[in-house]
């Protein structure tokens, strides 16, 4: 992975980009600290992917599964007609 100034991957995005689908993913820096990451688009992809859980995933996960409070038969308050 090549690292490239913000100076330089503005001044030669072009090349930037044909380093990025030759070689993989290119790291930006702004004074000296990481700031973005070109990556090609089929990398991208196949991240955001693995990174989203299915929809099988999250049933089976304890993800919001939580005691619910319901109040005994008989017990609950209602509303009079002039409270709506």
């Avoid at 196949?46 to 993800?63: F, G, H, Q, V, Y």
Wanted: glycine share 4%; hydrophobic share 40%.
């Amino acid at each position: 992975m090549n690292t490239w100034p913000v100076q330089d991957a503005k001044a030669r995005f072009s090349e930037m980009l044909d380093a990025c689908l030759k070689d993989g993913p290119q790291l930006v820096t702004r004074r000296g600290t990481e700031a973005a990451m070109l990556v090609p688009v089929a990398e991208w992809k196949r991240l955001t992917a693995e990174a989203r859980p299915s929809l099988k995933a999250l049933l089976m996960s304890d993800i919001g599964r939580t005691e619910l409070n319901i109040p005994a038969r008989g017990q609950a308050k209602r509303r009079t007609a002039t409270e709506l």
